[in-house]
């Protein structure tokens, strides 16, 4: 079992172009221990929509690479949308679910991973051609060689440690976390659009 | 038959028309029989991303990515489906995301089947609930106007809005028992 901002740390490492939406939660203070950043979009909310944020931006973009990175709890609320990815098949959208198999959020309760649900089973079932399970720091390296190859959809489970790490907050403000990375991908033009 | 436009009626084709002048680029659905002939012209143009969504909260955030990467998109759903995307809808007023809806109705006049009703009749006070600025269209004469003044609401103030196309102009299905 991984733990997971070691396994953030080696998937970020010389992210280059690499833009990142975050679940909300663990994942949003993840991203952010590793380096905040205008090319980062963690989420606050909306949870179940993660992937799709990531979809309509891969798709916006194409010529960057594109990572969504959510746990468990809120990939399973939205996991009708790997259909929709699947459909769609953005060579350059990727996504890293970090199961640990808990609501680490909300004290612990389990999910439904921690009992037989198998995320990339469902990756595979929604039509996902590439997945993969990540049970080390090396397979950690080369999901990341495949997100900068842009040779998805990919998709990959990796399992981590349930424990509570300390929280590291982005901005808050979702205006400005929306308008950084816009600035960031268009420039100044962002904001008289 | 589904609750549709007559098939000479030519105001799917000038929504069409104005996404493209809005430079929409991505169209998410879930489809309605109300937006077919609209759906199969997004759907014949190369340039328009037609994104066909399992339940519509996905084309919520899929609006919030379109626009975080530049694009401009919209989302085509029925009035069931504004229930299915009440949380999501956060995203517009949280990031300032524009997020424009074009919603065919149920469950509005003159409706035949009893389950449309609770949804239809709550579709309104639902996405204004949610901070969406929301403006009928019952007559041929409005949708064009009422359409335009959606998106525009939503590309120059940053919001979720929505045009609801009623179903004194859309017609009602009446499953042969009209």
Redesign the interface.
């Known amino acids: 079992m991984l733990d997971r901002r070691e396994l953030c740390a080696a998937v970020l490492q010389d992210r280059g172009d690499l833009l990142v939406v975050a679940g909300l939660g663990a994942s949003a203070w993840d991203i952010t221990a590793i380096g905040d950043t205008p090319a980062n979009f963690p989420l606050w909310g909306g949870m179940g929509g993660a992937v799709m944020i990531g979809l309509g931006l891969a798709l916006a973009q194409p010529d960057r690479p594109v990572l969504v990175i959510t746990g468990d709890g809120e990939m399973l609320m939205g996991v009708g949308a790997l259909a929709t990815i699947a459909h769609q098949a953005p060579r350059n959208l990727a996504i890293l679910v970090q199961d640990n198999e808990h609501y680490s959020e909300t004290g612990g309760q389990q999910t439904a991973t921690r009992h037989g649900t198998d995320l990339a089973v469902m990756a595979e079932g929604a039509g996902i051609k590439r997945t993969q399970r990540i049970a080390s720091l090396a397979d950690a390296a080369k999901f990341r060689d495949a997100v900068h190859a842009k040779e998805g959809p990919v998709f990959a489970l990796a399992k981590i440690e349930a424990k509570n790490l300390p929280l590291v907050l982005p901005p808050r403000e979702g205006a400005i976390l929306q308008a950084r990375m816009r600035e960031h991908l268009l420039g100044p033009a962002a904001h008289l659009a | 038959m589904e609750s549709a436009p007559a098939a000479t009626a030519d105001w799917p084709d000038q929504i069409y028309d104005l996404l493209k002048r809005y430079d929409i680029?991505?169209v998410a659905l879930v489809p309605d029989a109300g937006h077919a002939r609209l759906i199969r012209r997004c759907l014949a143009d190369n340039d328009l991303?037609v994104?066909?969504?399992?339940?519509e909260?996905?084309?919520?955030?899929?609006?919030?990515?379109?626009?975080?990467?530049?694009?401009r998109?919209v989302l085509l759903m029925q009035s069931s489906g504004v229930g299915n995307c009440i949380?999501?809808l956060?995203?517009g007023t949280?990031?300032?995301?524009p997020m424009p809806m074009l919603v065919t109705m149920r469950g509005d006049f003159g409706e035949f089947n009893p389950a449309q009703i609770p949804m239809g009749q709550a579709t309104q006070a639902t996405l204004e609930a949610m901070g969406t600025i929301v403006h009928r269209a019952d007559t041929d004469a409005d949708l064009l106007p009422t359409v335009e003044a959606t998106l525009k609401l939503a590309?120059n103030t940053f919001r979720p809005t929505a045009t609801l196309i009623g179903q004194r102009l859309l017609g009602a299905k009446t499953f042969g028992k009209d």
């Open positions: 680029r991505q991303r994104v066909t969504c399992t339940t909260e996905e084309g919520v955030a899929l609006m919030q990515g379109a626009w975080l990467g530049g694009q998109s949380n999501m956060s995203l949280i990031h300032r995301c590309f």
